[in-house]
């Protein structure tokens, strides 16, 4: 079955990096784009980056743009998200999701508190 | 930037009856429409893709219609387990793919 384990989060000082990891199995990961979903404590939920099958082509929310990263590493099926310049709003459960439309499964989310 | 907006914000319902829940988008995404259910400390999960086709294992009593700008989400019959809170998401234009702010269905 489809599972999708995410990783990495943590407290951490605003202007500080850190870098999610998202474990996929179950299905065939090079053939799928991921994305990246957040959700602020008790918020919506706010679409983050997306990359597709073969690490190509990225789209990223403006909200992000320029600070985030997303890559993928096939050898490993690995999605990660490297976050710089982290600002307290950036603050949320971070989920990844398979892709490419609808976003058929999501792992369980990691916490990322952004706070001095 | 497609808007999706929600309504209502919260849908208090009997268990039993009847829960339907609507999803507007600000320009027309055809029928590239999903619905997602949360419950509290849990994952969204897939419900509705395609704006009215069931994801694997979700139960009839979950159906969607729509297609354009105005979509709905109805719950035959309340169950228990049901409640939690319900996003739509349009995937016609992006990025960005955006999701409504959410319909929390509670217990009445």
């Known amino acids: 079955q489809v599972q999708l384990v995410e990783s990495g989060g943590g407290v951490v000082q605003p202007g500080r990096s850190l870098r999610l990891s998202c474990a996929a199995s179950?299905?065939?990961?090079?053939?799928?784009?991921m994305h990246w979903v957040r959700q602020a404590p008790g918020k919506g939920l706010e679409w983050v980056a997306v990359?597709?099958?073969?690490?190509?082509?990225?789209y990223y929310a403006d909200s992000v743009k320029g600070r985030f990263t997303i890559s993928r590493d096939t050898s490993k099926d690995t999605l990660y998200l490297q976050m710089n310049s982290l600002r307290p709003e950036d603050t949320a459960v971070y989920y990844c999701?398979?892709?490419?439309?609808?976003?058929?499964?999501w792992g369980q989310g990691t916490l990322v508190t952004v706070s001095s | 930037e497609i808007v999706m907006t929600q309504s209502p914000a919260t849908l208090s319902v009997s268990p039993g009856e009847r829960a339907t829940l609507s999803c507007r988008a600000s320009?027309?995404?055809?029928?590239?429409l999903a619905w997602y259910q949360q419950k509290p400390g849990q994952a969204p999960r897939l419900l509705i893709y395609?704006?009215?086709t069931r994801a694997s294992t979700i139960p009839a009593r979950f159906s969607g219609s729509g297609s354009g700008t105005e979509f709905t989400l109805t719950i035959s019959s309340l169950q228990s387990e049901d409640f939690g809170v319900y996003y739509c998401?349009?995937?016609?234009?992006?990025?960005?793919?955006?999701f409504g702010q959410g319909t929390k269905v509670e217990i009445k």
């Open positions: 320009q027309s995404v055809s029928s590239n």
């Open positions: 999701a398979k892709g490419p439309s609808p976003f058929d499964y």
């Open positions: 998401q349009q995937y016609y234009n992006w990025p960005p793919w955006t």
């Open positions: 395609g704006a009215s």
């Open positions: 990359i597709s099958h073969d690490g190509s082509t990225e």
């Open positions: 179950g299905f065939t990961f090079s053939s799928y784009g």
